[in-house]
């Protein structure tokens, strides 16, 4: 479990995040939703401790992650995973190279047990035979995958995902939400997800926060979000019109 | 960010990246990928230039001794003290700092801009020692043996063309070039390459890392312009300050 308390951020005087509270539940798919620009991304920052808070505390479990020093931090961050935007993939690194390179850096396996761990990894996510392309001979989707077999590769505590679904089509997001839900739910981790896809929310949801520039605006689950008579939810989630056509059906 | 703000940054990169590695064993393979892609990749450009120019101070040398009172040999004399003193290593230096520092900011400036270097972080990875460090590293360990290379290189093929091209016999030549020869020359040469070294990677490197995200590749090419200006000048300002204590 993770919890942010009274989460206060700003940037050369510009305040991003305001008195943001919220608790993500192990075991669950938290997500975190809002337009773009409302401070999502700041506010993952914060928790993962690649921003500073300027008021309010990060837990991570019983631990004050924010007041904590950098070497107390390391040993909590070697329980995150995280799956960014673009993958972040180490380009010079092959997929398995890739996958193995937390175990490398902090586990003290041998070369063999480190490669039968990223084979397992890459498997878990369906991706076979690809071990030593690079990543830029994979497609989007694929290189989200080896980016979340990375992300399981050390068997993390938390996993983030900052827009899982960017720039992959319809049929793979729903593939990379599925894999996210089953590892959620097979490790018992806590998942946080930064997203604005609505079809991912649906999809998987089961804690959401709506952040509306830079507050917390709503929190609930996907089968509340669509009923719920809040004006700016409303139109995040209705935003085309193909949503308010099925709206007035609801 | 101003000047002072600038260098203030910059030492508190270096104070990052010589902290003790997260594991020895990965230190040391980066440390041997960066001598392959900082100093073996940049052995043929070295080689080049080095034949090159090393002909081109032997024909100039000899286009600018007129006076017959002059002996021959003065050609490989003068040819040897070029190369070694200044050529080898300073302007071999400038050189190197273009290609390699360009490489050093686009490549750490892109794993900035692909988070990359978040994704370090975020597993608790000292990512300013993980990259900077070996390149630092690297530089200052192979710099010297392309110095060298490129002494013998020039030297050779310098000769070997004014043997040719009839412009001094090998007998004049060879004398010439051990004529009044100081090993010291050679010494002062290699203390000069190793803070060009150090500098050549460490500039480059501090540019790429704190590019701005959202400036996207405009900002990678900004930082990759800035890193070898800026080493180049450090560059020419350590060869003035090296050569001060060292030779007067």
């Known amino acids: ?14 305040q991003i995040l305001k008195d943001i509270s919220f608790t993500f ?34 837990i991570y479990g019983d631990s004050v992650f924010s007041a904590m020093n950098k070497k ?28 193995m390179f937390p175990l490398r850096m902090f586990s003290k396996m041998s070369k063999s047990e480190m490669r039968d761990r990223a084979n397992f990894c890459l498997k878990r996510v369906d991706l076979i035979n690809k071990d030593d392309l690079f990543p830029s001979e994979i497609s989007g989707g694929m290189q989200k995958r080896v980016a979340i077999a990375r992300a399981i590769a050390m068997k993390p505590n938390y996993l983030f995902c900052d827009e899982p679904n ?27 997800i930064i997203s604005h896809d609505m079809n991912s929310v649906m999809e998987i949801g089961e804690n959401i926060m709506y952040i ?14 669509v009923t719920t008579d809040n004006k700016e939810i409303g139109e995040f989630v209705y935003a085309s019109k193909f949503m308010k056509s099925l709206r007035g059906k609801l | 960010m101003n000047f002072f703000e600038q260098i203030g940054r910059f030492f508190l990169m270096l104070k990052l990246a010589f902290t003790k590695p997260e594991k020895g064993s990965v230190l040391w393979g980066s440390f041997i990928t960066e001598i392959y892609k900082i100093g073996i990749s940049s052995m043929s450009l070295v080689a080049i230039l080095s034949i090159f120019m090393g002909a081109v101070i032997i024909i100039q040398t000899d286009a600018n001794i007129d006076s017959p009172w002059i002996p021959a040999y003065t050609i490989g004399f003068t040819a040897r003290q070029s190369i070694i003193l200044e050529f080898s290593s300073t302007m071999l230096c400038l050189i190197l700092a273009g290609k390699v520092g360009s490489n050093i900011a686009s490549e ?39 110095v060298i290379l490129s002494m013998a290189l020039g030297i050779a093929g310098g000769g070997f063309f004014a043997v040719q091209a009839e412009i001094v016999n090998f007998q004049e030549l060879t004398y010439g070039l051990q ?70």
């Open chain 2, 108 to 146: 750490i400036g892109t794993m900035r801009l692909t988070e990359q270097i978040d994704a370090l972080e975020v597993m608790g990875i000292n990512s300013v020692n993980y990259l900077v460090l070996p390149k630092i590293l690297a530089s200052v360990f192979i710099f010297p043996f392309l």
């Open chain 1, 1 to 14: 479990m993770i919890q942010v308390k009274n989460i206060d951020k700003g940037f050369s005087g510009v």
């Open chain 1, 25 to 58: 539940e192990k075991g669950k798919t938290n997500f975190i939703i809002g337009q773009s620009g409302s401070g999502k991304s700041v506010l993952t920052k914060c928790i993962v401790g690649l921003h500073e808070v300027d008021n309010g505390e990060v």
């Open chain 2, 179 to 248: 004529y009044w020869f100081d090993p010291f020359s050679i010494t002062y040469s290699l203390v000069k390459t190793v803070f060009f070294a150090f500098f050549i990677a460490a500039i480059p490197s501090f540019y790429g890392y704190y590019v701005k995200p959202s400036g996207g590749a405009l900002e990678v090419g900004r930082a990759g312009t800035k890193s070898v200006v800026i080493s180049s000048v450090m560059v020419l300002v350590i060869n003035l300050l090296v050569t001060y204590f060292l030779l007067l």
């Open chain 1, 212 to 225: 509306h520039k830079g507050e917390k605006w709503w929190e609930g689950d996907k089968h509340s979000i």
């Open chain 1, 166 to 192: 960017s720039g992959l089509d319809p049929k793979t997001s729903i593939v990379i939400d599925n894999l996210i839900y089953e590892i959620t739910k097979e490790y018992d981790i806590t998942t946080v």
């Open chain 1, 72 to 99: 107390d931090r390391k040993e909590i961050r070697k329980e995150i995973g995280m799956l960014f935007q673009g993958s972040a993939l180490f380009d010079s690194l092959s997929v398995v190279e890739n996958v």
